[in-house]
C-alpha cells in the first residue's frame, strides 16, 4: 500500500478538504499512474452531494484522468514507463460475459467497477482522480496520443466518450441532422464531435447566451428551447437529438422535434423520475433511448479520432484548493466548458 494525497468529501454535501489515501501495490498487471490532470464532470457533484443515493464517504471524485506511466507490474505488456495514458469512468469488470466480451465493459452484466464511489474486487472502495497517483490494471486503462495535449484531454475520458458513443452508435454523419441538447461540459464537445463526423449540427439551449461559442466550435444553427417559436419552428426536423442536461426535459416537445424514426437520446441523468405520452413515441416510430460512456476499445477509438481532428475539451485550469469554488460555478453553469484540477497542486 502507498500513502498519496487528494481531495475528498468527508461526507454528502460537505465540501471538499485535503486528506490522504491508500493506493494499493502494483500487482502483476497493474500500472501506477502519476496523474497530471483531472477533470471536474458534474456527475461528481451529484455523487459528492449523494444526489444518486448509495454514496460511500470519505470520497475521492474523477474519473477524468489523463496522466504518465510511473511504475508497471511485471506481468503488463501494454505500457511502459513514461507513457502517456488515461482513465475513464471505471477500473474494471467482469470480463466474462457477453458484453465484457464485446468491449461493452461500461454494460458488464455482473457491474462494472467505477473509478470512484465503488468497491473492487476485494469489497474495499475506489477512490478517483482527485489525487496524485492511481493503481489500475492495465487493461483499463487508454493511450493518449501524442498530439492531444494532457490537460485538454482528461475531460475527454467522460465527456469526450459520453458523446462519441451516441453519435456512432446512431449514425451521426454526412446527411444528417444532429441536436445537442445544452452547450455545457458535455454538450460543447457533442457539438465538436458531430461536426467532425460531418453532420449538420444544431445546438439546442436554454439561451443563446453561448452562441457565439457554439457556431465557432462547430455548429451550424443555434436556438433557444426557452422561445416557444423554436419548438414549432423545428418540428420532424431531426435524426438525432443528444441531450445533455441534468435536469428533466419536457420530452413529449423534444420528441416532436424527431423525423420519421428519429431518436432522442439521453445521457444526461436527473436525480428526479421524468415522464412522457408514449403518443410521443409511437407516432413517427421515435425512439426514445439512454446511452452510458464507451468500452475500453471505443475510449481508445474515440482518443484517437480526437487528436487526428484536433479535439480537445475546452477547459479552465484551476488548482485544487478551488474545487469547491468550481462545483459551485458548475451548478450556477458558470464553465466554459470543464474544469480542470492541475493535481501538483494537490
Given at each position: 500500500?502507498?500513502?498519496?494525497?487528494?481531495?475528498?468529501?468527508?461526507?454528502?454535501?460537505?465540501?471538499?478538504?485535503?486528506?490522504?489515501?491508500?493506493?494499493?501495490?502494483?500487482?502483476?498487471?497493474?500500472?501506477?499512474?502519476?496523474?497530471?490532470?483531472?477533470?471536474?464532470?458534474?456527475?461528481?457533484?451529484?455523487?459528492?452531494?449523494?444526489?444518486?443515493?448509495?454514496?460511500?464517504?470519505?470520497?475521492?471524485?474523477?474519473?477524468e484522468i489523463a496522466g504518465v506511466v510511473a511504475e508497471v507490474g511485471p506481468a503488463v505488456t501494454r505500457y511502459a514507463v513514461g507513457d502517456r495514458v488515461?482513465?475513464?469512468?471505471?477500473?474494471?469488470?467482469?470480463?466474462?460475459?457477453?458484453?465484457?466480451?464485446?468491449?461493452?465493459?461500461?454494460?458488464?452484466?455482473?457491474?462494472?467497477?467505477?473509478?470512484?464511489?465503488?468497491?473492487?474486487?476485494?469489497?474495499?472502495?475506489?477512490?478517483?482522480?482527485?489525487?496524485?497517483?492511481?493503481?489500475?490494471?492495465?487493461?483499463?486503462?487508454?493511450?493518449?496520443?501524442?498530439?492531444?495535449?494532457?490537460?485538454?484531454?482528461?475531460?475527454?475520458?467522460?465527456?469526450?466518450?459520453?458523446?462519441?458513443?451516441?453519435?456512432?452508435?446512431?449514425?451521426?454523419?454526412?446527411?444528417?441532422?444532429?441536436?445537442?441538447?445544452?452547450?455545457?461540459?458535455?454538450?460543447?464537445?457533442?457539438?465538436?464531435?458531430?461536426?467532425?463526423?460531418?453532420?449538420?449540427?444544431?445546438?439546442?439551449?436554454?439561451?443563446?447566451?453561448?452562441?457565439?461559442?457554439?457556431?465557432?466550435?462547430?455548429?451550424?444553427?443555434?436556438y433557444a428551447t426557452s422561445d416557444p417559436k423554436t419548438f414549432e419552428d423545428l418540428a420532424g426536423t431531426f435524426d438525432l437529438i443528444v441531450s445533455t442536461?441534468?435536469?428533466?426535459?419536457?420530452?413529449?416537445?423534444?420528441?416532436?422535434?424527431?423525423?420519421?424514426?428519429?431518436?432522442?437520446?439521453?445521457?444526461?441523468?436527473?436525480?428526479?423520475?421524468?415522464?412522457?405520452?408514449?403518443?410521443?413515441?409511437?407516432?413517427?416510430?421515435?425512439?426514445?433511448?439512454?446511452?452510458?460512456?464507451?468500452?475500453?476499445?471505443?475510449?481508445?477509438?474515440?482518443?484517437?479520432?480526437?487528436?487526428?481532428?484536433?479535439?480537445?475539451?475546452?477547459?479552465?485550469?484551476?488548482?485544487?484548493?478551488?474545487?469547491?469554488?468550481?462545483?459551485?460555478?458548475?451548478?450556477?453553469?458558470?464553465?466554459?466548458?470543464?474544469?480542470?484540477?492541475?493535481?501538483?497542486?494537490?
Open positions: 500500500m502507498t500513502t498519496v494525497a487528494a481531495y475528498a468529501a468527508p461526507a454528502a454535501k460537505a465540501p471538499l478538504e485535503r486528506t490522504t489515501i491508500e493506493r494499493r501495490a502494483v500487482g502483476a498487471h497493474d500500472i501506477l499512474i502519476e496523474i497530471k490532470y483531472a477533470g471536474i464532470c458534474h456527475s461528481d457533484i451529484h455523487q459528492a452531494t449523494d444526489g444518486w443515493g448509495a454514496g460511500i464517504f470519505p470520497m475521492v471524485p474523477g474519473h488515461g482513465v475513464g469512468c471505471f477500473v474494471d469488470s467482469c470480463r466474462v460475459c457477453e458484453y465484457c466480451e464485446q468491449g461493452l465493459e461500461q454494460y458488464c452484466v455482473q457491474g462494472m467497477t467505477p473509478t470512484y464511489n465503488g468497491r473492487d474486487k476485494n469489497g474495499e472502495p475506489t477512490h478517483g482522480g482527485y489525487s496524485t497517483h492511481l493503481v489500475v490494471d492495465e487493461n483499463y486503462a487508454v493511450r493518449i496520443p501524442d498530439g492531444l495535449a494532457l490537460d485538454v484531454a482528461a475531460p475527454l475520458l467522460c465527456a469526450g466518450i459520453t458523446l462519441y458513443s451516441p453519435l456512432r452508435h446512431w449514425n451521426a454523419g454526412p446527411g444528417k441532422k444532429v441536436a445537442i441538447v445544452g452547450m455545457g461540459g458535455l454538450g460543447h464537445m457533442g457539438v465538436k464531435i458531430a461536426h467532425a463526423l460531418g453532420a449538420e449540427v444544431t445546438v439546442l439551449s436554454q439561451s443563446l447566451r453561448k452562441r457565439e461559442d457554439g457556431l465557432k466550435l462547430g455548429a451550424d444553427h443555434y442536461v441534468s435536469a428533466p426535459l419536457d420530452f413529449d416537445a423534444y420528441l416532436s422535434l424527431l423525423r420519421i424514426d428519429g431518436a432522442l437520446v439521453n445521457v444526461g441523468m436527473p436525480e428526479e423520475p421524468v415522464s412522457l405520452g408514449l403518443g410521443s413515441v409511437v407516432t413517427g416510430r421515435r425512439t426514445l433511448a439512454g446511452s452510458m460512456i464507451g468500452g475500453i476499445a471505443e475510449t481508445q477509438e474515440m482518443l484517437d479520432f480526437c487528436a487526428e481532428h484536433g479535439l480537445g475539451a475546452e477547459i479552465e485550469l484551476i488548482r485544487a484548493e478551488q474545487v469547491n469554488e468550481a462545483y459551485e460555478r458548475v451548478l450556477a453553469s458558470d464553465v466554459r466548458y470543464r474544469f480542470v484540477i492541475d493535481t501538483a497542486t494537490i
